[in-house]
């Protein structure tokens, strides 16, 4: 439930930054190299989120001007995004390691745990849409 939850605020914020869907992409491609390899792509995932991150800020920064006025909290909600970005990132790699420590098949670790994921996604994504 926590792993659905915290995707579905992960699949609202980039719905709400209007993420395109090469930023989509590299979350995908991050959640099944997560979910296949586990806590072993830890460092991969961070370089990944990192690059992302970075990526919106020069975007945003560049594209859009900063509102100087609304600077800090452009730069908390990034900051937060962030944080929620290497939260959700080291408890997918752990819960991928408990369910196979548990004795769970690779294969049925990876895609109950990419279904509960993209479904988590897809519920924010949706949600934001609804309500704005």
Not at 12 to 29: F, K, N, Q, R
Request: glycine share 10%.
């Amino acid at each position: 439930m926590i792993v659905f939850l915290g995707y579905g605020v992960a699949g609202w914020l980039l719905s709400a930054y209007d993420a395109s869907w090469l930023i989509w992409l590299a979350v995908e491609a991050m959640i099944c190299h997560l979910t296949w390899v586990g806590a072993g792509a830890i460092a991969l995932s961070t370089v990944g989120i990192v690059t992302i991150m970075w990526s919106a800020t020069l975007a945003n920064a560049w594209f859009h001007g900063i509102p100087w006025i609304g600077a800090s909290v452009w730069a908390i909600a990034l900051a937060f995004s962030w944080l929620l970005g290497m939260v959700l990132m080291l408890n997918l790699a752990l819960i991928a390691q408990s369910f196979n420590f548990a004795g769970f098949k690779k294969a049925q670790i990876f895609c109950l745990l990419l279904l509960v994921t993209n479904l988590g996604l897809r519920a924010g994504q949706l949600l934001h849409i609804k309500t704005f």
